[in-house]
């Protein structure tokens, strides 16, 4: 069982908005959401938090499920969801719904539509896009121990990184040993590119075997109780050139500068100048081709996006990403990753791998 301690705390926050927003209640349709305000861990179902009340629906297959994980909403079981909704919402006499428009289809739209043609539908995307953005005790201490797992096991796997071994086979072990360690499913595909591969920011582990000389970049994460982590490492194997190493440290001094910077209150857009500038100085920002970092909790990103256009502001509770990199075509590519939680005059580092050059022989 699932029971979310802060579920009621979670469901007062939306229902404080209701007012501002001039709506009578709000239709929750992602699961993460619905996961995050109400402990519901099951594939589907929705959520309505309004005036007249909370109410969780799920077909039949979740009634039981939903009765263990829930404590703060009535559970209303349907066969149809669009039924369901124009159900509640006639039933109530409601008039102004505001729903979830990013994780509504279309078809389902136009369903309710039909049905609610005397009911206003707003949709609201920013209004709630952030309700997830700053992390409770319980949430940072979860994702603290996603972070722990994941560390450790690449730790444990880092003299696997040899000549001769495939990329593949590194990503086999890694993922192995995230979930012996603890994990309950990768947080994401797990990157594991070398040489000429490393250059690609979002590669797949492939058959390439690992050579003497290349740069092998690790992006890897674990879930544990629905929190993800997220960490980038890039070793070096065997020799190294010099060009290497400073195009390393370049990444790395960027990277150290922009967490560094890292404090309640200074804009996302900062954070990533920070990180940008001092890469462009080096003359390598046309290979840098990101953002600086993104926010994790339920999902691998979440608000906040650290980049050159975002508008997000960090805030005290908030867990992001440090990852500045560079990636040379048919060269070589370098990331270096960490997970913070934003702290008011700083921030504290949760995933532990030493980012100094690591060279496996």
Known sequence: MNKTTNSGERIARISSKLTALRVEGILFFDMKNIRYLTGFTGSDGFLFIGEKGIFLLVDGRYVTQAKQEVTDCNIIEYRDKVDGIAMLISDHNMKVIGFESSALTCDTYLKLRNRLNDVTLEPLSEEINSIRAIKDIQEIDCIKKAAAIASQALQLVMNSIQPGIRERDIALILESKMKELGGETLAFETIVASGYNSALPHAKPGSKEIENGDFVVVDYGIVYQGY?????????????????????????????????????????????????????????????????????????????????????????????TIEPGVYIPNLWGIRVEDMVVVERDGCEILSTVPKHLQITY
């Open 228 to 320: 993800h982590s997220d960490e980038t490492c890039t070793v070096a194997v065997g020799s190294v050139t010099q060009k290497q190493r400073e195009t390393y440290q370049i990444v790395k001094d960027a990277h150290d500068r922009a967490l560094d910077a890292v404090k309640d209150g200074i804009s996302c857009r900062e954070i990533d100048r920070i990180a940008r500038d001092h890469i462009e100085k080096a003359g390598l920002v046309q290979y840098f081709s990101h953002g600086t970092g993104h926010g994790v909790g339920l999902e691998i990103h979440e608000t906040p996006t650290i980049s050159s256009k975002s508008a997000d502001y960090l805030t005290s509770g908030m867990i992001i």
